[in-house]
DNA sequence: TCTTGAAGCTATAGTCGCTAGAGAGATTAT
DNA sequence: ATAATCTCTCTAGCGACTATAGCTTCAAGA
């Protein structure tokens, strides 16, 4: 039986992360002590474990949701979660190829010469769009 | 002049981001009709426009505040500007570098070829992070 | 056993950058 | 004149936390 210290240093998750999700009702409320202060088992480190990598690889709280759904139940087809996969991997390609978008319109800005604001090419295309080579 | 609908149209800015914009102090309050409806006038076109396309490029809210602060200073040193763009570049390169560790994790785990739950990569992964091939 | 300091409790509000809705008043076109 | 569309203010909500205040409980040393 571990306190919600212990739970959180051994997760990663900060404490009030840890109610956070209790009152979302991602981790069940865990027992209290007499003073009333949570303890949680193993059970709740493994659950909680999930909870946090899910959250690493980009996953919302309600995909969460299912995704625990899903792994109560083991005899079930994994087409569910193979989904969720690729929707989560079609996401994260979105958002590179955007940031990389971005990164070659900074990189060029960056690359000014002039010691003036009035020639300086970071304000001149932030005030122009059309200064950009690709569009965001 | 411009009513708030027309200016949200040419900038691609919603009406109610126009007033909050306002509300930061982002933009000064225009001039208003009789009836109390806002009248936006060339001016308040470029600033909103600058707004815009400094957002697309990521800058935060008080990073434009800073950004519209230097370009009203046409004949002070760029540097300062120079900085800020290389502080985005910075933070969308990690920000890349971050989602394409994602996207090699991701990608691995939507090979899974099993068909159930209890075989499954994607779950599996989930539940411990040691599966993984890189950080994150 | 007593004391002290760390840890935990609840409840509320704040973060960022918007977005949505209600209910009222203004403007424009026919 | 009337109807359709716009705009007004104000308030609350989003997601995923994070911070603060004021209190109570726990655990370890004297
Ligand atoms: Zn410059
Ligand atoms: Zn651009
Ligand atoms: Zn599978
Ligand atoms: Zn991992």
Do not use: W
């Not at 919302?60 to 569910?80: F, T, V, Y």
């Not at 989560?88 to 990189?107: C, F, K, T, W, Y």
């Amino acid at each position: 039986m571990f306190s919600i210290g212990e739970l959180s240093r051994r997760t990663g998750v900060k404490i009030p992360t840890i109610r956070y999700y209790e009152q979302m009702g991602l981790i069940a409320a865990p027992d209290r002590t007499e003073g009333n202060q949570r303890r949680y088992s193993k059970d709740g480190l493994k659950r909680l474990s999930f909870i946090r990598h899910s959250r690493e690889l980009g996953f919302s709280i309600d995909e969460i949701r299912e995704l625990l759904d899903l792994s109560a139940h083991p005899e079930q087809p994994c087409n569910d979660a193979h989904q969720m996969a690729a929707r989560r991997l079609a996401d994260v390609q979105r958002r590179i190829s955007r940031l990389q978008r971005l990164e070659r319109e900074l990189e060029r800005i960056s690359a000014c010469d002039a010691h003036t604001i009035a020639d300086c090419a970071v304000i001149e295309t932030l005030a122009d769009h059309s200064l950009c080579e690709t569009e965001h």
